[in-house]
């Protein structure tokens, strides 16, 4: 569709006039465009590598998050009727799943949210990580300040570090995941309108230009 190395916004101000089947078409290019300045792939190779290996690396650590949670969490042996949060009543396990679910569904909204330009989903994903995070302070907090927690603050520090473990862990992993999702899609979309970005990343050689002697 255009020619490599041409910008995409010179190729759509040449095509003809779009038909109303073609009105989308302006921003699945601006969507793309977006993709490759913040991602930064090489070329389409590169592109299906960054895919393949996001997508596992970010299967991977939610993997991990998962088996943290079953061996040092869900297994453990913690008194879970000490130290229950105040935030909706959740115990030290269910706080450590809503850790979990909120910092994935806030990377997810986050990610989405910064390439299609939406405001709604970035506010959500706020208030989500602002939640997760009182989740993962709270036991410390009170172990020092809040004498009703009934927890010492060696423990509280220990629920702390695991439910920030569990935080930052789920949170990249699903940011690789997310990136992931969007390389498939600039895949599919980079064949199917046969445009090729990578002469663009060349160097621009500027040309020599001669020194004159007085």
């Known amino acids: 569709m255009s020619e490599a190395g041409a910008s995409i916004v010179d190729d759509?101000?040449?095509e003809s006039p779009l038909t109303e089947a073609e009105s989308e078409l302006p921003q699945d290019w601006e969507f793309a465009e977006r993709i490759l300045k913040r991602l930064k792939p090489?070329?389409?190779q590169h592109v299906y590598d960054m895919a393949?290996?996001?997508s596992k690396n970010g299967g991977m650590l939610i993997t991990l998050m998962v088996v943290v949670w079953w061996l040092f969490i869900g297994g453990n042996n913690d008194a879970l009727e000490n130290g229950v949060s105040v935030f909706f009543s959740l115990n030290f396990e269910e706080a450590a799943l809503a850790v979990m679910v909120l910092s994935l569904f806030s990377a997810l909204l986050t990610e989405?949210?910064?390439d299609m330009g939406k405001i709604l989903p970035s506010t959500?994903?706020?208030g989500m990580l602002i939640l997760a995070g009182l989740y993962v302070a709270e036991p410390f907090v009170?172990?020092?300040f809040v004498s009703s927690v009934d927890l010492d603050v060696q423990t509280g520090l220990w629920r702390s570090a695991r439910l920030g473990l569990l935080w930052g862990g789920t949170t990249y992993g699903s940011?690789?995941?997310?990136n992931a999702l969007l390389l498939k899609w600039l895949i599919r979309?980079?064949?199917s309108n046969e445009y090729d970005f990578s002469s663009r990343n060349e160097p621009q050689h500027r040309p020599m230009v001669a020194e004159v002697n007085d």
């Open 52 to 54: 393949a290996k996001d």
């Open 124 to 126: 959500a994903a706020g």
């Open 42 to 44: 090489r070329n389409q």
């Open 112 to 114: 989405f949210s910064r």
């Open 12 to 14: 759509l101000s040449t």
């Open 189 to 191: 979309f980079l064949d």
């Open 175 to 178: 940011n690789l995941i997310v």
């Open 142 to 144: 009170g172990a020092l």
